[in-house]
């Protein structure tokens, strides 16, 4: 089965620098890329996703890459923010039996 | 839509009582997850619905596990007996067939 490995496990910013976060996995059949993030509190939320079929996708602050390749996959904040501060969670899945596996989380803090 | 709703948000129970969480998804998924949180083991995919059809039950860590889905907007999770080693986040998500899956807020679990 999937497998999906996650690094740092922890990882603290300045307000303003750059945050990143990387993922393997291990099934070639995965082709859905999602990221999660968990507050205190409360359940996981998609921030962003990426389908095997692009290499990068934006959207403001978040930015992902994916290299099929290698089987890795990144998570890019830009221009971070304390309210940025959370536990991030990436995932793999095969879309064709809708079974998400779940990285081991970062705990991102962003100090001011 | 409210999204995805859990009771009870926590319960503390002693060992070798019957433990029953509930979850209502949201109206018009077909898919329905349960997933356990510990630090220990991240986010574990228990078992996961379609149609109200159990497809993959591989998680279930063991017989003391048991879920149901007896219509398309109740399902229950149920630990008879309960054990220490039980103690976790439980949380219910909910999906349509696109990979996104919307989690409710959870159920905290202890057991004595």
């Known amino acids: 089965g999937e497998n999906v490995e996650q690094h740092p496990s922890t990882l603290s910013v300045q307000e303003g620098d750059s945050a990143v976060i990387k993922c393997t996995y291990s099934d070639s059949a995965s082709n859905y890329f999602p990221w999660y993030k968990q507050e205190l509190g409360k359940g996981p939320q998609l921030i962003i996703d990426i389908r095997s079929n692009v290499g990068e996708k934006k959207d403001q602050r978040i930015a992902v890459t994916l290299n099929k390749t290698a089987k890795h996959f990144s998570l890019h904040i830009t221009e971070t923010q304390p309210e940025d501060s959370a536990v991030y969670f990436c995932?793999?899945?095969?879309?064709?039996?809708?079974?998400?596996?779940f990285g081991t989380g970062t705990r991102l803090l962003v100090s001011p | 839509d409210a999204g995805v709703i859990q009771s009870p948000r926590h319960e503390v129970t002693e060992m070798g009582q019957e433990v029953t969480l509930r979850c209502k998804p949201i109206s018009g998924h077909d898919y329905l997850f349960w997933y356990r949180q510990t630090m220990m083991r991240g986010l574990e995919l228990l078992i996961y619905?379609?149609?109200?059809?159990?497809?993959?039950d591989s998680g279930m860590p063991e017989d003391r596990f048991s879920a149901k889905m007896p219509n398309a907007s109740f399902s229950t999770l149920k630990i008879q007996p309960s054990e220490p080693r039980d103690s976790a986040v439980y949380f219910c998500?909910?999906?349509?067939?696109?990979?996104?899956?919307?989690f409710g807020e959870g159920s905290r679990l202890t057991v004595l």
């Open positions: 995932a793999a899945m095969n879309t064709g039996f809708q079974k998400l596996v």
């Open positions: 998500a909910s999906s349509w067939n696109t990979g996104e899956l919307f």
């Open positions: 619905f379609n149609n109200n059809v159990p497809i993959d």
